[in-house]
Every structure is written in C-alpha cells, then in structure tokens.
C-alpha cells in the first residue's frame, strides 16, 4: 500500500504500522498469558486425570454471549494445599453457563475442571483464542487502511491546494494571457 505515498508519508505510514503491530501483540498478550497455560496444561497427556474426591462438583460461572465467546470460572477450595484456585476458561462454539464440573486432579499434581479436558473443549479453547488473534488482525487492517486513506486524501488536499495558492498569486497581465 505504501508504494504510491511519497517518501515523507510512506515513513509515516511505517511507522504507524510498527506502532500498531506493538499495539496488537502486547494486546494479545493479555489473553494468552491468562488462558494459554491452563489450556497446555489441560491438554498434556503425561498423566492421568483422576476425579478429586476432597471436592465436590463446582459450578461454572459464565460472562458472555453464549455460542459467541463466553468467559467462565470455576472457584474451589483445596484443601490438600490449602489455597483458593480459580480456573479461568475463554471457549468458543459452546454454551457452559449454569453447567456444574467435577475437579480432577491430573498425576502431577494439576487441579482442573472434568468439563476443560476433553478434546471438544481443548479445541473449543484453543479456537477461541485463534478467534481473538484474528479479531486483532482484522482490526489492525482496518485501522492501517483509514489512516492509508487519510495520508492518501492529505497528499490529494496538498496538491489541489497548491494549485489554487499558484493561480490566485499570478499577477493580472499573466492571467490575461491564459
């Protein structure tokens, strides 16, 4: 896009693209640092899961537009180490609002919700935070083309106002000639 701009506007434009591609990945940052471990974690298969019997089944707590992006918790207590866990997921294409889990308790330790191991909620997971990445690309491509377009519209505005500013200075023995 940037071939037609004239050097000025073209650097510009780089770098606000450089500026908006730092924009976009310390925004999805957030995301992958908060559901992208738990999500490795559910999805290795060095152990077995096994149901944890010191915790009763929980309820998922869900915010979202259901089938859209939901963002659910589920909040325990474990009493084995004494500490408050909450698990947070970020799903796509599912519905978990007012379901209930177990907790399962994986050979290293790893406690987890029965509803995010299996493979359509792995893949649920992992589709929404592919979806997010592209929602952020979409919206970087859009925000690259306005201002494409502005810098675009401003060289046009430069060059017809030049010509207007050249017309209205020529003296009148000149303008009677054209």
């Known amino acids: 896009m940037s071939s037609v701009l004239p050097e ?17 990945i310390v925004t999805l940052s957030v995301p992958v640092y908060f559901y992208g471990p738990l999500i490795w974690k ?22 979202g537009a259901a089938y859209v992006l939901q963002l659910c918790e589920v909040r325990f ?23 209930a889990t177990d ?17 359509h909620a792995i893949l649920m997971r992992i589709g ?17 083309r306005i201002k494409y377009l502005s810098l675009q519209n401003r060289l046009m505005g430069q060059t017809i106002g030049a010509r207007r500013r050249e017309a209205v200075m020529l003296s009148r023995d000149r303008r009677d000639h054209f």
């Not at 073209?10 to 606000?16: H, I, P, S």
């Not at 207590?77 to 379901?99: M, Q």
């Not at 907790?103 to 493979?119: K, M, P």
Request: net charge positive.
């Open 128 to 144: 929404a935070l592919f979806s997010l990445v592209m929602l952020g690309f979409f919206v970087e491509w859009i925000v690259r």
């Open 103 to 119: 907790i399962v308790r994986s050979s290293e330790g790893h406690l987890t919700g029965a509803i995010g191991v299996t493979a």
């Open 77 to 99: 207590v474990d009493r084995l180490n004494n500490r408050f866990v909450k698990l947070d997921y970020l799903i796509i294409g599912t519905d978990w609002s007012e379901a």
């Open 8 to 24: 000025v506007m073209d650097v510009e434009y780089r770098r606000m693209k450089r500026f908006i591609r730092l924009v976009l």
């Open 42 to 63: 559910d999805g290795s298969y060095a152990g077995r899961w096994v149901f944890a019997a010191d915790i009763s089944e929980r309820p998922v707590e869900c915010r």
